[in-house]
Each structure stands twice: as structure tokens, then as C-alpha cells.
């Protein structure tokens, strides 16, 4: 007997049609499907065609950042999967998507899984709207994201554009540091979201050199002869 999720997916499909942008995001303006929407959408076809959905976490990543007022968010990104059940004979069909949402409370996980499934279902479905040449798609920030944050950039990093790098001699005084208190270049790297030393801006040198100043020199004294360490630890002690 054929797999009866493939009919099921495909019946529901037809039942489901078109959900429109009938949402608003006050503070960028732009039109969105919310999850609501998706949810009342699915539910009846769901029923219908007797499909169920299964959700497990794969991955989950989460940071803290600064609203530009200098409060507290909560980034949380996820990778999720859905797997889509027939309860017919159990066949199932599995999506995997990513979700990223940020809030101020204890929400920014909810907000991306919540993301995810809506994705999810957008693309196993087939979800259309009835202005498909709008040109608002959805790769734009969603749901549950009536709200949009502005962040500020992370610590060290220069919103001039045309700020110079760094010179020889200031990549030299970082890899001095860095042999000195037995930290790896790369964290220094991964601290200012730059591939090499030398792609250092002249404020991201002079940030990292005051974040230098207040750490010890390491216990055993450097080999002159050794390059100083490049694997970054797993957490970034110099930079906090």
C-alpha cells in the first residue's frame, strides 16, 4: 500500500488555499501571514485528511544582545523538525526548517520555533496569497514579529564605513598580546566578526588592546619561537 501522507499533504493543499497579508508590523510597516493565521488555516484541513505533526529541537542557539535604548533581548535561533504524520497508517513525511526570534522575556525560543513551523508549512504546502507578485515576500522579518528590535552592533565593531584597518605593527601588538596572555587569535577574530587579524578596524584594535590591558600574563612564559594559539576555547574569557 502506497504511503497515504503524500495524498493526504496533496488533499489538504487544495483545501487549504490562499492566506492573505492581513498583519502589520507597526514599527517597519511591512504586511505579514502571522502564525494565527497558518494555525487557523491548517487545523480543519488537518482534521480533515487526518495529519498530525510531531516537533523536535536539532540545534538551538542563543546570545544576548542590546536594544539601541540599551535594554536586554534575547536572540534565539533554532533549527527544528517537523515531521508530518498520516494517522491513516503512520506514514510520515519530515521538514526541517530554521526559526530566529528575539524578545525582551523569556519568549525568544517560542518566537523562533514558531517561525520555523510557519516556514515549514509555507513550503510543504504550498501556501500561496492572493498577491503572489507582491513584492513584500516573506524572507522579510515575520511573525511573531509585529514587533522589530534595532540592535546595537556588537562591542568593538565601528559603524564608519570608511574607518581604516589596522597597520603591520597593530596586527604585530595583538599577536604580542595574544602570546602574552595565552589567548587564541581567532577569539579575537570571532569577537570582532573578522576572517584575519588584519581585517581589524582602528577602533576594534583599540577596543581589543584596553580588553588586553586587563588580563594577566598567562602562567607558563611563551616560547619566543611559538606562534601563539589560533583555536578558539569555548568561551571567549578576554572578552568579557
Avoid at 44 to 50: G, L, M, N, R, V
Avoid at 67 to 73: A, D, E, P
Wanted: hydrophobic share 30%; proline share 5%.
Amino acid at each position: 500500500m502506497a504511503e497515504m501522507i503524500y495524498g493526504a499533504i496533496n488533499a489538504a493543499m487544495a483545501d487549504i488555499g490562499a492566506i492573505q497579508k492581513d498583519k502589520k508590523n507597526k514599527s517597519q510597516g511591512f504586511m505579514y501571514r502571522g502564525v494565527d493565521d497558518v494555525m487557523n488555516a491548517l487545523n480543519p484541513a488537518f482534521i480533515e485528511h487526518k495529519i498530525f505533526v510531531a516537533t523536535e529541537v536539532l540545534d538551538q542557539r542563543r546570545e544576548e544582545r542590546k536594544t539601541s535604548n540599551n535594554g536586554n533581548l534575547i536572540y534565539s535561533i533554532c533549527k527544528v523538525q517537523f515531521t508530518f504524520y498520516s494517522a491513516e497508517d503512520g506514514s510520515s513525511i519530515k521538514v526541517i526548517t530554521i526559526g530566529e526570534g528575539m524578545d525582551s522575556g523569556d519568549k525568544a525560543t517560542n518566537k523562533a520555533m514558531s517561525v520555523a513551523f510557519k516556514y515549514a508549512c509555507f513550503q510543504l504546502f504550498c501556501i500561496p496569497t492572493e498577491e503572489m507578485s507582491d513584492e513584500q515576500s516573506d524572507a522579510r522579518p515575520v511573525d511573531p514579529d509585529k514587533e522589530s528590535h534595532t540592535t546595537k552592533p556588537p562591542a568593538g565593531k565601528s559603524q564608519k564605513q570608511d574607518e581604516r584597518k589596522v597597520t603591520e605593527k597593530e596586527v604585530n601588538a595583538i599577536y604580542n598580546e595574544c602570546g602574552r596572555t595565552g589567548t587564541g587569535w581567532k577569539n579575537v577574530c570571532l569577537t570582532y566578526g573578522v576572517q584575519a587579524l588584519s581585517d581589524l578596524t582602528v577602533s576594534q584594535y583599540t577596543d581589543a588592546m584596553k580588553r588586553f590591558k586587563k588580563l594577566p600574563d598567562k602562567k607558563k612564559e611563551p616560547d619566543p619561537e611559538t606562534v601563539p594559539p589560533d583555536q578558539p576555547s569555548g568561551e571567549l574569557p578576554w572578552a568579557q
